[in-house]
Each structure stands twice: as C-alpha cells, then as structure tokens.
C-alpha cells in the first residue's frame, strides 16, 4: 500500500501530530494539497515536502536549489513548451534524459516530452516547486501571468480592439505559423488549454489562465454567429479570418463539457495552392491507374478513407485536370473547401432541403460533364450518383470504409441494386496520410528485426528513421504524404456482382485477379524510398497483425 505524505513525514520527525492534523483540515476546508497546507502554514520547508513526496512516488529527488542548468540542456525544450509542463531538463545519461517537475502528477506529461523529445527515454525526477520556477526562470524567463498575456496582447497591430480579441488573432496567427489544421480550446478547472493539429497530431501550444476561458468563448461565438447565451447545446458556425496574408475559412465546433465550453476549429484555406495529380505521392503503376479512370467519358469514381485522410484533395486534384473551357464541373459539398477557378461550386444546406441528392438532381439539369458529390451517405444519394453515372456524366464521390472494396459492400448495405454497381462503377481509390519524415535530421541506420520483417530487407541494410530537431519542431517529421490502394473494376468483378453480394467472395476474386492493389504495398515502399517510417506504415496498415509475435510493439525499431 502506498505511504500517506503525512505518515512519511511524521516518521521523519518533520511535523507533529498537531500540525498534521491542522494541515489535513487546511486541505479539506481550502481543497488544496496537504504539502502546500503545511508549507504555507510554516510547519515544514518546502524542500522537505518535495523529498517526502519523492519518496511516496518513488521518483529520485533533484536539489535544484540555486543551480543553473546547462544550456545544451534547457535548450531541448524551447520555453513555451517548458513553462506549460513545468518541467525542466536537468540531467542526461545516454539517451535517458532525466526532467524535473514539481509536482508527482505530472507524470501526464510523459507522453507530451516524448512528442517534443522523440530521440530520448525520459526519466522525471521531483524538485522542490520554488527552486524549480527559480532554475526555469533562470533558463527560459519569467512565466507570463494572466496579466502579462493581457501586457503583451496590448503590444500587438491591432488598433483599439480589446485584449481577448487581440488573444485569438494571435492564436490564429500561431497555428497558421505552425501549420496546423485545427485549433482545440479546452477548459479545465485551473487553465485554458490551446492545442494545434499539426501533421494529423495533436500537441500543447499554450496554457491560459482558467478565467480567460469564456471572455475567449464569447468571442469566437459572437464571430461564427452562434448564440451566445447558449451553453447546454452543442453549436456550430463559421468564421471568416484574416492572418498572416492568408483569407481563412474557420469551421467552428462548440461542445459543452463539465468544466465549460469545448472549441475546436478547422483552418481551410480557400487560396491555398492545390496539388496536381503528380504532386499527390502516388506511385508510377497507381497515377497512370488513377488517370486512365478519371478519363471515362462516364462511370462512377469513388475515394474512400477516414476523415482527415485526404480525400478532397485527391478528388479536387482529379478535377482540376479536367477542368478545361470545352467540360461543365459542378460539385456539391458539405463543407467548399477550397474554390477552383471555372468550377461550380455548391454548398448544402440541409435545413432549407438542399441536400446532396437534391442538388444533384438539380444538376443533371444543367448538363455537366463532370459532377463531384462530396460524400455518398445515404441511398437516395448513391442511388441519383449512379443513374448520373449511367447517363452520360462522369461522377467523384466518397465513402468511408476501411478499404476499397469495402465501398462496394457499402453500397450493397444501403441498398443500391448490385446491377448498378456492376454497370457503374469504374474504380475505387483508399487512402491515409502517413507522416513524412524530416529532411532535415531523419537518420539511416541499421534496419532492426521488425524493420526486415515489414520492408523485406536483409540484415546490415540500412532504413530511414525520424530523430527530432527545429525545424519539424523535434517530432521527426515534417508534413504528410499520401498512401493509396485502388479496386479497378474489372470484367471478372462485375460479372460476380450480378451473381453474387457476398462481401468475402468478392474480396477473395478482387486479390486473386490482381485487381486490388493494396495499402500496405504503397506503405512499405514509401518507407523503403524513405520517405516515411515503420512506425507510420503500421499506424495505417494491417502489416503488424500479418507478422509473427515479434512485432508487438513499434519501439522494437530503436532497440534490436
């Protein structure tokens, strides 16, 4: 059983019963800890309570009193990051890097270190809570309060508007500098975090004080025109945001949770320059593929992955090849990303009836060429796409399953006749994003037994792994690249679907016949070019459950 803090202390001969006592009801009355009651209380020196803790927890204890941690060693965390952990680099041995922290919960932050130190094994050490601020302000600076971020925000180019609305133009300003898809707001009893996704990861990038929280709210509801004075329902809006020289469509998402109100908003940049199909990372065999079935006069096409998994910009690749003065383009989504030039552009709107099936009959009457539906999720939908598919038009849509030819059962589930799958159909394209690694530190090095295993390569090859510096902001990699799979719908598939709709029969011809060519393929031979890692072909791949019980877990790669 573990040791009560106060029985330790009271073995050490550090307090009396009597103070014991008071500090266990100065906790209880206050809601505070009871080391913080009996320092406060002058009973016992801080130093004491940090040992005594350390001892609880069985972590060493770090006398940082007075001391000034090197350099080399501070600068491993940039200051933001180090003030939002509160923790401090103090020691390193090898690749173990031993952190200082004040506070024995903090073990939470593990995972956070590891995102910014990928490189190293971190160890956590506690220090007494003045003597570290003390070393973190000799290593970083003093720590912004509430009052200094307000200070600050009063610096900033933006006439005579008020600080909160100074704090999320900076905001903003950081995630679109970070390259972030989305910003998360979240409330918690003693803060406001700020989260950015950045290469489909989530990671810290600012703590505000807790009541800063709903003037931050109110803001950003009164800007996506939500109702301000809801707070039990879940909302909606839009933002539309100037920064940086860029014009932002802000999708904004309020939930409600028990500390407050939950935000989180999708950065899409209407001007951003879109990929062409070449830029897409396909490979030789898959873009000539992926071509000559965009070049149907007629048929239907559909892209399948998760959300996030870059579907659109695939789809809005393949538009834009065809986009010429001789083809009418007409799309219908939920919501326009991103406008292209020449396209027609429609958004839903549900709550008036404009939905995408009936935007796409209003289509058909405007004789297109090319129509884009930006997701098949019912089958009045999919039912309209393929009759337009079946009379002259060419048409891109979207499903979510988990790979392609799960579009084809899917289609199957909703109800869509097989017939007109076989008659349709002209292919199907999967997709995830695989984080690319850094060009500017990613490392060759021995491939390890799990690495062989995965990529097929001989002991003493050498494989590409991500180590962590500036530049990819020390996760190892920097940006994303795309992995695809694609079904191309054959005379042998087709003639099954008008005898047979069972999933697996149709799966088994598919991979037989060669007309399936699979994800963990183009996965395995990104990673062997380089350009990504094994931990990111087994994050979106099935490879691990094909190999023996060696690979059961990823951190194998840094240890053979």
Same mark, same amino acid.
């Given at each position: 059983?573990?040791?009560?803090?106060?029985?330790?202390?009271?073995?050490?001969?550090?307090?009396?019963?009597?103070?014991?006592?008071?500090?266990?009801?100065?906790?209880?009355?206050?809601?505070?800890?009871? =080391?913080?009651?009996?320092?406060?209380?002058?009973?016992?020196?801080?130093?004491?309570?940090?040992?005594?803790?350390?001892?609880? $927890? #069985?972590?060493?204890?770090?006398? &940082?009193?007075?001391?000034?941690?090197?350099?080399?060693? $501070?600068? *491993?965390?940039?200051?933001?990051?180090?003030?939002?952990?509160?923790?401090?680099?103090?020691?390193?041995?090898?690749?173990?890097?031993?952190?200082?922290?004040?506070?024995?919960?903090?073990?939470?932050?593990?995972? +956070?270190?590891?995102?910014?130190?990928?490189?190293?094994?971190?160890?956590?050490?506690?220090?007494?809570?003045?003597?570290?601020? !003390?070393?973190?302000?000799?290593?970083?600076?003093? #720590?912004?309060?509430?009052?200094?971020?307000?200070?600050?925000?009063?610096?900033?180019?933006?006439?005579?508007?008020?600080?909160?609305?100074? &704090?999320?133009?900076?905001?903003?300003?950081?995630?679109?500098?970070? /390259?972030?898809? @989305?910003?998360?707001?979240?409330?918690?009893?003693? /803060?406001?975090?700020?989260?950015?996704?950045?290469?489909?990861?989530? %990671?810290?990038?600012?703590?505000?004080?807790?009541?800063?929280?709903?003037?931050?709210?109110?803001?950003?509801?009164?800007?996506?025109?939500?109702?301000?004075?809801?707070?039990?329902?879940?909302?909606?809006?839009?933002?539309?945001?100037?920064?940086?020289?860029?014009?932002?469509?802000?999708?904004?998402?309020?939930?409600?949770?028990?500390?407050?109100?939950?935000?989180?908003?999708?950065?899409?940049? /209407?001007?951003?320059?879109?990929?062409?199909?070449?830029?897409?990372?396909?490979?030789?065999? $898959?873009?000539?593929?992926?071509?000559?079935?965009?070049?149907?006069?007629?048929?239907?096409?559909?892209?399948?992955?998760?959300?996030?998994?870059?579907?659109?910009? +695939?789809?809005?690749?393949?538009?834009?090849?065809?986009?010429?003065?001789?083809?009418?383009?007409?799309?219908?989504?939920?919501?326009?990303?991103?406008?292209?030039? =020449?396209?027609?552009?429609?958004?839903?709107?549900?709550?008036?009836?404009?939905?995408?099936?009936?935007?796409?009959?209003?289509?058909?009457?405007?004789?297109?060429?090319?129509?884009?539906?930006?997701?098949?999720?019912?089958?009045? +939908?999919? !039912?309209?796409?393929?009759?337009?598919?079946?009379?002259?038009?060419?048409?891109?849509?979207?499903?979510?399953?988990? @790979?392609?030819?799960?579009?084809?059962?899917?289609?199957?589930?909703?109800?869509?006749?097989?017939?007109?799958?076989?008659?349709?159909?002209?292919?199907?394209?999967?997709?995830?994003?695989?984080?690319?690694?850094?060009?500017?530190?990613?490392?060759?090095?021995?491939?390890?037994?799990?690495?062989?295993?995965?990529?097929?390569?001989?002991?003493?090859?050498?494989?590409?792994?991500?180590?962590?510096?500036?530049?990819?902001?020390?996760? =190892?990699?920097?940006?994303?690249?795309?992995?695809?799979?694609? *079904?191309?719908? !054959?005379?042998?598939?087709?003639?099954?679907?008008?005898?047979?709709?069972?999933?697996?029969?149709?799966?088994?011809?598919?991979? %037989?016949?060669?007309?399936?060519?699979?994800?963990?393929?183009?996965?395995?031979?990104?990673?062997?070019?380089?350009?990504?890692?094994?931990?990111?072909? *087994? #994050?979106?791949?099935?490879?691990?459950?094909?190999?023996?019980?060696?690979?059961?877990?990823?951190?194998?790669?840094?240890?053979?």
């Amino acid at each position: 059983m573990r040791e009560q803090l106060g029985q330790i202390l009271l073995a050490q001969g550090a307090i009396t019963e009597a103070q014991l006592r008071a500090g266990l009801a100065d906790q209880e009355k206050r809601t505070i800890s009871l =080391g913080k009651a009996l320092v406060e209380a002058g009973a016992v020196e801080e130093d004491i309570v940090a040992r005594a803790l350390a001892k609880q $927890s #069985r972590l060493p204890f770090v006398d &940082l009193a007075g001391k000034k941690t090197p350099a080399r060693l $501070s600068g *491993l965390l940039d200051s933001t990051a180090a003030w939002e952990m509160e923790a401090l680099p103090v020691k390193e041995d090898g690749d173990v890097l031993l952190v200082a922290v004040s506070d024995p919960a903090k073990v939470v932050v593990l995972d +956070t270190l590891s995102f910014f130190l990928p490189d190293r094994e971190i160890s956590l050490a506690l220090a007494a809570p003045g003597a570290l601020r !003390e070393a973190m302000e000799k290593a970083y600076g003093s #720590r912004e309060s509430k009052g200094e971020v307000v200070d600050n925000l009063e610096e900033e180019d933006l006439g005579d508007e008020a600080p909160v609305v100074r &704090l999320v133009h900076r905001t903003f300003r950081e995630a679109v500098d970070a /390259r972030a898809s @989305d910003i998360h707001i979240e409330p918690f009893p003693d /803060r406001c975090q700020v989260r950015y996704r950045v290469d489909g990861r989530l %990671s810290l990038a600012a703590q505000h004080p807790a009541d800063l929280h709903p003037g931050l709210m109110s803001h950003i509801k009164v800007s996506a025109g939500l109702d301000i004075a809801e707070k039990r329902k879940p909302q909606d809006g839009r933002i539309e945001h100037h920064v940086a020289g860029r014009d932002l469509d802000v999708r904004t998402s309020i939930l409600p949770t028990n500390h407050g109100e939950s935000c989180v908003m999708r950065l899409l940049d /209407r001007e951003a320059n879109l990929l062409s199909m070449e830029d897409l990372g396909m490979g030789e065999k $898959s873009l000539t593929w992926f071509k000559e079935v965009i070049g149907h006069p007629n048929g239907i096409f559909l892209v399948t992955g998760p959300t996030g998994s870059g579907k659109t910009t +695939t789809l809005y690749a393949a538009l834009q090849t065809l986009n010429a003065a001789d083809r009418k383009i007409l799309t219908v989504e939920d919501p326009v990303e991103y406008r292209i030039q =020449g396209i027609n552009q429609v958004q839903v709107h549900p709550r008036i009836g404009l939905t995408f099936a009936r935007a796409l009959r209003a289509f058909l009457r405007q004789a297109p060429n090319v129509v884009l539906v930006g997701e098949i999720r019912d089958r009045e +939908t999919a !039912e309209v796409a393929i009759q337009a598919s079946l009379t002259g038009h060419l048409v891109f849509s979207t499903v979510h399953t988990n @790979d392609a030819p799960g579009a084809v059962t899917r289609l199957l589930d909703m109800g869509v006749p097989p017939f007109l799958i076989a008659t349709s159909l002209q292919g199907v394209l999967a997709q995830r994003l695989v984080r690319r690694l850094c060009p500017h530190c990613s490392v060759e090095e021995e491939a390890s037994s799990l690495e062989r295993q995965v990529l097929s390569v001989k002991k003493g090859e050498k494989v590409r792994r991500p180590r962590g510096c500036r530049e990819c902001g020390r996760s =190892g990699y920097l940006g994303r690249i795309g992995v695809f799979e694609w *079904l191309a719908m !054959e005379g042998p598939l087709r003639e099954l679907l008008f005898q047979s709709t069972d999933s697996s029969e149709f799966v088994n011809l598919a991979e %037989s016949s060669g007309a399936w060519h699979q994800l963990s393929i183009d996965a395995i031979a990104k990673a062997k070019e380089g350009q990504t890692s094994v931990e990111e072909v *087994l #994050r979106v791949t099935t490879v691990q459950g094909q190999l023996e019980p060696l690979a059961e877990g990823v951190e194998e790669i840094t240890n053979d």
